[in-house]
């Protein structure tokens, strides 16, 4: 049964694609053209090794209690794992610190790289989102940023990796209406021709020691779908990676339980700003129904 938490506990910034956490620590890493974006080091695959094993079990059993963790659709990891073997792209919404982690567990025994905002991985956490398979996205440089593709080719056309991208562009915790999905995602997966597993978060009512105990704002479902595939007859690349976002945001939405008709953003983003769809009782103005 679909649920929205309705939450006003967190404070979602007027762009869509904005973060609203501050990263309180600077590393000093400067993620340029000689950084290794996809770090195929020995050393570092030992340290990962040990990260992978110790999440196994510690992190991973309390994340899937802290969250109330259920799973559908797990069954096509092993459907399609052929085509996942070839390297995939897979695509969600972002709605909690930790559902990098929680998708980590469920794919196992994949390991998915992930794309994220370069000032995580020079914060705090950066060390353990490094890891975790984080690859920071360069800003601003045009060497970095050459560098950083050639390394998302590598492992998607020459590895057969899985790389994991948030098409909203940051973290809205609780959120539940799908956000517009920038480019990225599917400008990879339609440029080195691979397809793109959705994957929508959804919710569930928390209980009441979740809800008054805990102040968790619900519980989270996991839902996999089947691969969806670039469409080659599109001979504009352009137009093949919009046509492509399209069918993966539909596909997010009806996953996380919403028909992608009534899903209050369009699918692409463009300046895209937050609609405040919340009843009064909720504390903000009413603008459309959901």
Known sequence: MYFDPKTNKFPYPEDTGSHYLHVKKNRGIIFDDKYPYVDNSKSFKFKRFWFRFFSFIIAY??????IGLKIKGRKNLKIYKDVIKQGVVSVSNHVHMWDYMTLMSVVLPYHPYVLVWAPN???ENGKLIRMSGGIPIPENNYRATMTYFKAVEKLL??????LQIYAEGSMWEYYAPIRPFKRGACFFAAQF???VIP???SYRKPSWIRKKIFK???KITINIGEPIYPNKEILNMTA????LTKRVHARVCELAGINPKDNIYPPIYNNSKRIDYYTKEYGVGYKGSW
Do not use: L, S
């Open 193 to 195: 021709d691979k397809p």
């Open 157 to 162: 056309k020459e590895d057969h990796g899985w």
């Open 240 to 243: 093949r990676e919009e046509d």
């Open 61 to 66: 059993p309390i994340d899937w209690i802290r």
């Open 121 to 123: 991985i020079n914060g």
């Open 199 to 201: 994957i929508g978060y």
């Open 216 to 218: 968790q704002p619900a």
